[in-house]
């Protein structure tokens, strides 16, 4: 059993943060969703990890190299971008008739990811994606057998067809079999979910795949990376692991907080990163060996890695070099 997590991505609404890390490096609670997924896909029974990267990829190849994981993590660099379909494709190429595991990489959720790999197994098509209601991406149109009949506006056009189509979300979790995605040449760019509209065409739908309960949130962005920290915050603890819940004020043993310091609402401090004396910090997030100076207020900002911090800021997000 394999998996791929999506790594390529630009990462545009998480400018400037993406100036920093990629996109999948980004901590949550100081778990890097890299991180987040690796551990959870060990626990599903996975033996590989296949991380597809593109921009700042010298960052990820460091990542993977320095640090020991649970289960091998082998890095495809893309020497141009190729898309969610030519990243998956080229990705398969060496698997022969093994089905794939595939996660984008920016979201975060407790999927029984290796249980969902079995029930696409058993039910013998060529592609399965897990969907659920999320109104605010419910663009994905799915009949009352599960079969997936739309993406976007020709899944609106059939749900007003009113044939008792439903309207769900995909939660950036699929399952595909190769043969699905031989006719296409390694190294190409493609859009995955325009090879799916092709399978419909063909008459072999994707099907639906469900898990009640699920709890599924996407970082994509500054707003919804900050609302996840807060929401993890608040969760009963061991909500989510790998990552931490329940501490409203996370803080990394290797940070330094000095007397005088003073946090509120929901704060995140990283590893290597001094807090020095008398600064208040208010809804704050800061990643790894930054510097909030003596006196600094912050509130609803994020600093990232290195960044030398002073004075006051409000609803920023401040990195090395950027004023």
Sequence with gaps: MRAMILAAGLGTRLHPLTDVRPKVMIPVMGTSILDFWVERLHRGKFEAAILNAYHLKEKLVEEISEKPRPIPVEVHI????????????????????????????????????????????????EVSLLLHDWPEFNNVAVDRDGAVLGFGK?????????????????????????????????????????????????????????????????????????????????????????????????????????????LNGSVVVGKGTRVLDGAHLEDVIVWENATIEPGSRLKRCIV???????????????????K
């Design 304 to 322: 990232a890695d290195s960044t030398v911090v002073s004075g006051p800021h409000c609803d920023e997000v401040l990195v090395p070099g950027r």
């Design 78 to 125: 893309e020497p141009v971008l190729l898309g969610t379909g030519g990243g998956i494709r080229t990705a398969l190429e060496p698997l022969g008739d093994e089905p794939l595991a595939v996660v984008n990489g920016d979201i975060v959720c407790d999927a029984p990811i290796g249980k969902l790999y079995s029930e696409h197994l058993e039910s013998g098509v």
């Design 154 to 262: 020709e899944a609106r056009q059939i749900r007003a067809g009113g044939n008792g189509a439903r309207m769900l979300a995909f939660t950036g979790i699929h399952f595909i079999n190769p043969q699905a995605l031989r006719e296409y040449t390694p190294g190409v760019p493609y859009n995955i979910i325009d090879i799916y509209r092709r399978l419909i065409s063909r008459g072999s739908q994707p099907r639906a795949l469900f898990s009640p309960g699920l709890f599924w949130r996407e970082m994509g962005s500054i707003e919804s990376y900050t609302r996840l920290t807060a929401e993890l915050g608040g969760m009963a603890a061991e909500t989510l692991s790998p990552i931490e819940t329940g501490r409203r004020a996370w803080i990394h043993p290797d940070a330094e907080i000095s007397p005088g310091v003073v």
